[in-house]
């Protein structure tokens, strides 16, 4: 079937098209186009927090690795929690490498384990974490600062229950006065859609 037909004409093929994406709007030229569709952008509810900072260009490759692990490094010392991406599983064990030299403590995310890793991501916005990911990697999970809001379990009480969300509360306003997650794009991809999905991490 995939040699008969191409995946756009396949979608075609539906009298309706719907989705729901961040990143639709990078595309809105191609929605347009082939599917006829427009794309259209709904606001957040609140303000968006995040700060864009422009590209940095090193000479060397070498360079660049130094001054991505000394930038973690001083965020580290900050308590303050960082995702770096990547483009492979290739350039996740270099950086993964040199942080392990500089006695940083991290995660290694290479989208081959979906379930543990849905875990690892959920919790990239504590304090000193460090997570460093591939574009795939726990994609579709909530990155909530200072991990996931504690549940009410059946066997703890409303006293514990309180004492949970009341402690999450304090670690979670610490992490957003530190500045929140710091997303480290570590180069750009082919698809400026996939930069972007990165930056929509920090969101």
């Given at each position: ?21 961040g ?13 006829n ?44 929690p ?11 064990d ?10 940083i ?32 990697a ?30 999450w ?13 710091h ?21």
């Open positions: 079937t995939l040699a008969t037909i191409s995946l756009q004409n396949y979608f075609r093929l539906y009298k309706k098209i719907a989705g729901m994406t990143t639709a709007a990078t595309e809105m030229e191609e929605f347009k186009k082939i599917y569709m427009d794309v259209l952008v709904i606001p957040t509810h609140m303000k968006v927090q995040r700060q864009d900072y422009p590209d940095v260009v090193y000479k060397t490759t070498r360079a660049k690795y130094g001054a991505i692990v000394k930038e973690v490094g001083e965020l580290h010392k900050q308590h303050r960082v995702l770096i991406g990547t483009r492979s599983i290739q350039h996740n270099i950086i993964s490498e040199y942080l392990t030299r500089k006695g403590e991290h995660q290694v995310l290479n989208a081959k384990n979906h379930e543990r890793e849905a875990f690892i991501i959920a919790n990239a916005g504590q304090p000193d974490e460090v997570t460093v990911a591939t574009n795939i726990g994609r579709g999970v909530d990155i909530v600062l200072c991990g996931a809001k504690p549940e009410h379990i059946d066997s703890s009480t409303e006293k514990q229950h309180e004492k949970a969300v009341t402690t509360q304090k670690n979670h306003e610490r992490v957003v006065m530190l500045g929140g997650l997303v480290l794009g570590t180069e750009r991809h082919e698809s400026r859609r996939i930069d972007n999905q990165l930056r929509g991490r920090s969101g």
